[in-house]
């Protein structure tokens, strides 16, 4: 079946402990990404990756670092989370082919106190 | 990407069909229609999308009139479970690399 998977599902923290979401995909997909949904502001990008050591900044990347060293793996990093950060957090991928869609995972609901 | 336009909410009674309507009037030649949802709090889910032509799958089918400007979502027997956030997107079909911008989309809530 093909899917996005992310964990941990639901993560509350402190301030300033570094956490890693992981996101996989099994769809062989070259494009992955990162999105934050937050009340009000809808979803919006942080990173990007189009394939393999290639990420690029979305439009909130700040206060996050991603890494992409195989293709099937995206990871979200916040190195020092601050409350700001609360939110909840997408992974998606998609093929480049001109029309393919995008798959999203479940989500990863995360409190930062 | 052209800017899209949706009412904020809708009613439907399960098992009727539910028509979401989308005005994109700025399409251009190249953007697609594409439609997603959102059932609460979970990854957005694609449906749907089209250029000109009128397109069915098996969850729903997007009527696109003639001259592009606007569009319908159509789900033939709305359940319950299809209470979400609709979300239309215009995307032109070179931009791979770029995010999908989702709007304020319309909540579709089904009752019984």
């Known amino acids: 079946e093909a899917q996005v998977t992310q964990n941990p599902r639901y993560l509350i923290t402190v301030t300033g402990k570094k956490l890693t979401v992981t996101c996989s995909q099994n769809?062989?997909?070259?494009?992955m990404s990162w999105y934050r949904q937050d009340p009000g502001l809808g979803l919006r990008q942080i990173y990007y990756?189009?394939?393999?050591?290639?990420?690029d900044k979305g439009d909130v990347p700040e206060g996050y670092k991603v890494s992409r060293k195989e293709k099937r793996n995206f990871p979200l990093i916040l190195e020092s989370p601050s409350p700001n950060q609360t939110s909840l957090y997408f992974c998606?991928?998609?093929?480049?082919?001109?029309?393919?869609?995008?798959?999203f995972g479940p989500g990863t609901r995360l409190t930062v106190l | 990407d052209a800017k899209t336009t949706q009412p904020p909410s809708m009613d439907c009674a399960e098992g009727r069909a539910a028509n979401l309507p989308c005005n994109h009037s700025t399409i251009s030649g190249n953007e697609y229609v594409y439609w997603y949802r959102q059932i609460h709090s979970q990854g957005p889910q694609y449906i749907i999308h089209g250029l000109k032509n009128n397109e069915t799958n098996e969850m729903a089918s997007l009527i696109i009139t003639e001259d592009r400007k606007s569009s319908t979502l159509i789900l033939p027997h709305a359940t319950l479970r299809d209470t979400a956030v609709y979300y239309c997107i215009v995307r032109a079909d070179n931009q791979a690399g770029t995010a999908l911008i989702f709007g304020k989309g319309t909540t579709l809530s089904v009752s019984s």
């Open positions: 998606a991928s998609r093929g480049l082919a001109r029309t393919d869609t995008q798959y």
């Open positions: 990756s189009m394939n393999v050591e290639v990420t």
């Open positions: 769809m062989n997909h070259e494009y």
